[in-house]
């Protein structure tokens, strides 16, 4: 609904021999639609891996990034559009003002963006994984994006603050997670915390 000149990369990478049925599934939808591309690749990383291989794979001018499991309304990507369309920002994303995940994931992401306002202060982000993350392609092909897990987020962000990237944040609702248990878990804490101090302090 937004322009005719698009395309939606689906990323459904698998770990071999897991019974995984993605692969088959996301091939499956993108053969009936010239507008979708399937990426599908044994896995060499987490999340992290998945989203770079999306990116990098994906060929318009504006870069957009969202979740598969519908948490993130699919209607915030419009407001994404026009706002990067105006020229004003590198980056256009949402922030989550209202959370439909229960306390144990509130939690998590208020202490995740604590501690990134602590150690990167120079970013005004209200909530640093929050998705749809749209930029163009020119801020993307700046970013050397390392990270292969949860961090990935995180990394995008610290990268705007060091280019000096404008961006503009918008709030959304976040829906309930249905179907499956979260696998963001309490050592990804500790993992944060890690990374976040590597990326501080060391690069």
Not at 69 to 81: K, T, W
Not at 150 to 174: H, L, Q, T
């Amino acid at each position: 609904q937004l322009t005719d000149n698009y395309e939606i990369v689906l990323v459904g990478n698998y770990f071999e021999n897991a019974g995984d049925k993605t692969k088959e599934i996301v091939q499956e939808i993108a053969a009936k639609e010239s507008h979708f591309k399937a990426i599908c690749k044994p896995k060499e990383g987490m999340m992290g891996w998945d989203m770079k291989e999306g990116m990098n794979n994906g060929i318009g001018k504006y870069l957009c990034v969202i979740d598969g499991d519908g948490q993130f309304p699919i209607e915030s990507i419009a407001m994404c559009y026009y706002e990067i369309k105006k020229g004003n920002y590198g980056m256009v994303k949402s922030y989550r003002s209202k959370r439909n995940d229960g306390l144990y994931r509130k939690t998590i992401s208020g202490i995740y963006n604590m501690l990134f306002s602590i150690l990167f202060p120079s970013v005004k982000a209200h909530d640093i994984n929050s998705k749809p993350k749209m930029m163009t392609r020119e801020v993307y092909q700046k970013m050397d994006l390392t990270s292969d897990d949860w961090f990935i987020d995180a990394e995008i962000m610290i990268n705007i603050g060091r280019m000096k990237v404008s961006f503009f944040e918008f709030p959304i609702e976040f829906k309930e997670l249905n179907g499956r248990k979260s696998f963001v878990k309490w050592q990804a804490i500790f993992e944060f915390i890690r990374n976040l101090i590597a990326f501080r302090f060391f690069k």
